[in-house]
Nanobody, 123 residues
């Protein structure tokens, strides 16, 4: 059984930083792509960033490029999203997701999902 558990969300002032974690069990990151998505109230869930360890590649949405960085620690089977220079518009529930091998940006391409962690950025 695959389980993804996010942590690290919270309340932060604009300009601050947070690091989200996604701990996985039941799968090995070296064979999967891991993505971070977010969903603000009343909005569709949107792609934030993804990483494929086997392909050695990452991809970040334009809205977070230069501010957010995705990474993994395969020994710990954990993915991270380092978020710097946070803005109020980054406020959302953040989800991690996993799919085999290749990076994709659509939610429908991901098989496994965590329960989400709330990030709130105050102005």
């Amino acid at each position: 059984q695959v389980l993804l558990v996010e942590s690290g969300g919270g309340l932060v002032q604009a300009g601050g930083s947070l690091r989200l974690s996604c701990a996985a069990s039941g799968l090995t990151f070296s064979s999967y792509a891991v993505g971070w998505f977010r969903q603000a109230p009343g909005k569709e869930r949107e792609f934030v960033a993804a990483i494929s360890w086997s392909a050695g590649s990452t991809y970040h949405a334009d809205s977070v490029k230069g501010r957010f960085t995705i990474s993994t620690d395969n020994d710990k089977n954990t993915a991270y999203l380092q978020m710097n220079s946070l803005k109020p518009e980054d406020t959302a529930v953040y989800y991690c997701a996993a799919r085999p091998y290749a990076i994709k940006v659509l939610t429908s391409d991901y098989q496994y999902w965590g329960q989400g962690t709330q990030v709130t950025v105050s102005s």
